[in-house]
């Protein structure tokens, strides 16, 4: 499966000029958890999270005694200005991947980096976003819009009514009219390339539907 099957397209982005009051109301309002942060020429700069905005964003509650004192206020006792744009509180550098990227590596690169989201480019133009909530909804997908697609791609294969295709949470059972290893295999890859499937098992003359 590829991110460009998954992301979430066409995609909202800030510039470092926007407001951070800006910047919520778009992520509030769309349901957002990151905003790509573009240059002049459109290039890809940072991203702007969640955790980016609220970060010293609240004042502290002057009704409640506070254990570090030097927390409220600064070094002159003056109380610290939270940022006024994007730029000052985007995350930089960010990784981009391409839209042909494996969904697995996006995976692996949102495990290792702690990452909720991962912009999407095509060259130097950012065409979509992969969240968590993208891969999850993958992951939630119907079993029977899954089995809908599989066969729709095998009947592309071969006759429509070679293949029987059963699937359960996501794992795809295909029973094959005839035995031919490199059909199998073939077929395996077109199923393994639907949203949704989490396994694939190729089996010649098993009625599995």
Do not use: C
Not at 5 to 27: F, G, N, Q, R
Not at 84 to 113: C, E, K
Not at 131 to 148: E, F, G, K, P, W
Request: proline share 4%; glycine share 8%.
């Amino acid at each position: 499966m590829r991110v460009r099957d998954i992301m979430s397209s066409p995609v909202v982005t800030v510039t470092v000029v926007t407001t951070v009051k800006h910047a919520a109301d778009l992520l509030a309002s769309n349901g957002f958890t990151a905003l790509p942060v573009l240059d002049d020429d459109g290039g890809l700069i940072g991203i702007v999270t969640e955790a980016d905005l609220v970060r010293d964003r609240f004042l502290r509650d002057p009704r409640y005694r506070h254990a570090y004192e030097a927390d409220i206020a600064g070094t002159d006792g003056a109380p610290q200005v939270p940022a006024a744009t994007v730029g000052a509180v985007m995350t930089t550098p960010v990784i981009g991947m391409g839209v042909g990227t494996d969904v697995v590596d996006v995976v692996t690169a949102m495990l290792d980096d702690r990452a909720r989201s991962i912009p999407i480019v095509d060259g130097s133009r950012v065409v979509g976003i992969v969240t968590r909530r993208d891969l999850v909804r993958v992951l939630a997908r119907d079993d029977q819009a899954i089995a809908a697609d599989v066969r729709h791609r095998l009947a592309m294969y071969g006759r429509p009514y070679r293949w029987t295709v059963a699937v359960h949470d996501g794992a795809v059972a295909i029973g094959d009219e005839f035995d031919s290893p490199t059909d199998r295999h073939v077929v395996a890859v077109l199923a393994e390339a639907v949203s949704g499937v989490t396994t694939v098992r190729v089996a010649s003359h098993a009625a599995t539907d």
